[in-house]
């Protein structure tokens, strides 16, 4: 498995070593998104892939305790609010009013978010978008 931290690190040492990565996965949400005709029928799969550098003053894990790091359900709610009842055009803008939202929370420092539409072409596995945003330090 590769590093987010070390990926990240190759933008900024510090990302790497005064940062703690938290990920989610393959979160399934149905979205109303797309330009054509067919897309407008209803909502469509999509999954998300997050993932958080968030600085260690802010989640020091120094105790087993929830308050001691970021608490994953925020992600997840970003996602849901942004996601929305409305119809999306293009995964790009969304996944970048994901990014500045999810940048948005205290403790975060960077994030990685991608999207993907699973179900869009038989002979493809998904298509999606990918960006990454970093707070000034």
């Known amino acids: 498995m590769n590093s987010i931290l070390l990926a990240f690190g190759a933008l900024d040492a510090r990302l790497a ?23 407008r ?12 550098c968030v600085k260690l003053a802010q989640a020091p894990a120094d105790r087993d305790h929830i308050s001691q790091t ?30 500045a939202a999810l940048l948005q929370q205290t403790g975060v420092h960077a994030v990685r978010v991608a999207t993907r539409k699973p179900d869009i072409y038989p002979d493809s596995a998904s298509i999606g978008v990918e960006r990454v945003c970093i707070k000034p330090w």
């Open 70 to 99: 970021l608490d994953y359900d925020f992600v997840r709610e970003v996602i849901a609010r942004e996601v929305g009842g409305q119809h999306h055009e293009l995964q790009e803008t969304l996944c970048d009013a994901i990014a």
């Open 41 to 52: 029928q209803g909502a469509q799969r999509m999954w998300f892939d997050v993932d958080l």
């Open 17 to 39: 070593t005064q940062c703690r990565a938290l990920s989610l996965r393959r979160h399934e949400v149905p979205v109303r998104i797309g330009v054509h005709a067919h897309e």
